[in-house]
């Protein structure tokens, strides 16, 4: 049996100098093919709203969802480790309700960690959480859950008041036992100034290159959507023109008489076929 990266290995990671890398998947298939490609860790995030569902945002985004999805992923990934998300309002109301969907999701879905967004606010959670032994990886800048407080999707902490509240909060999340954080879509110098001063390791988005690792979203690293490149997403492929060119194609061969071919279809025995048509042509005869 293949081991399974741990939080440990992670921390590892960062003491030796090495890289961190994380890719969302939501399904068994796009986690096997992370997995056999070896990527540390596999998030299953709240983005599925948006990427999956098609929503204009995360909110909306059950615990019933996330660990439907995790359990396919962990179909798929037995190498790397799972991180999954907690959705909006599964842990902001406080430490009751953060230890119930947390803990749902570790018993029931196969994610070896949690992941929550906030700094200052959710740290009665995240001691809680990780007391439980639920291990509890943070989210500050860009925190989508609260796209509406920000009023869109934009770059933050680039003043210095946000700045020093970001590195506090890091620090916060650090001290009450979150063992890796997601800084996204922030300034590169702060993300370079928050991960020296921390033991445990940043992962980027939107960051920058001085992160311990760095996170894209399955469907933007491989060009799902053409009308959507951020400035931070590095496309690696563009999906969209090859799945759109190939079911062009189905379609065309389905049209022509071209599929499917001989080869795609199957065959009777000679024989059987030969009793076959002898007993259909005396079918209806008396
Ligand atoms: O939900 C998500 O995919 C995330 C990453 C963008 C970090 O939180």
Redesign the pocket.
């Known amino acids: 049996m293949m081991n399974r990266l741990t939080i440990s290995d992670l921390l590892e990671k960062k003491r030796q100098g090495k890289k961190i890398s994380m890719l969302?998947a939501y399904d068994y298939y796009t986690a096997r093919l992370a997995d056999e490609a070896k990527i540390d860790v596999v998030?299953v995030?709240?983005?599925l709203g948006m990427v999956v569902q098609g929503r204009k945002d995360?909110l909306p985004v059950t615990v019933d969802e996330m660990i439907y999805h995790t359990k396919a992923v962990n179909r798929g990934a037995g190498r790397a480790l799972i991180v999954t998300?907690l959705p909006f309002m599964s842990y902001q109301a406080g430490v009751t309700e953060a230890m119930k969907n947390a803990g749902r999701i570790m018993k029931e879905s196969g994610a070896g960690a949690v992941?929550l967004e906030g700094g200052q606010r959710v740290l009665p959670q995240v001691k809680a959480l990780v007391d439980a032994g639920i291990p509890v990886m943070g989210?500050l800048g860009l925190t989508?859950q609260s796209v509406n407080q920000f009023g869109g999707f934009k770059v933050q902490a680039r003043d210095r008041a946000q700045a020093v509240e970001l590195l506090e909060d890091a620090l916060a999340l650090q001290e009450a036992g979150a063992f890796c954080l997601?800084l996204?879509t922030v300034p590169l110098e702060l993300a370079e100034i928050v991960t020296e001063r921390l033991d445990i390791p940043t992962i980027g988005?939107g960051a920058g290159p001085y992160c311990d690792g760095q996170?894209l979203?399955f469907h933007d690293l491989l060009g799902f959507d053409d009308s959507f490149k951020p400035k931070f997403v590095r496309q690696y492929a563009n999906l969209n023109q090859i799945i759109t060119q190939a079911i062009r194609e189905y379609i065309s061969d389905i049209e022509n008489g071209n599929f499917p071919a001989d080869k795609e279809s199957f065959h009777m025995k000679e024989e059987v076929l030969k009793e076959l048509r002898k007993e259909l042509d005396s079918v209806g005869d008396n």
């Open positions: 969302t998030l995030g709240d983005s995360t998300d992941k989210h989508p997601v996204e988005i996170v979203v």
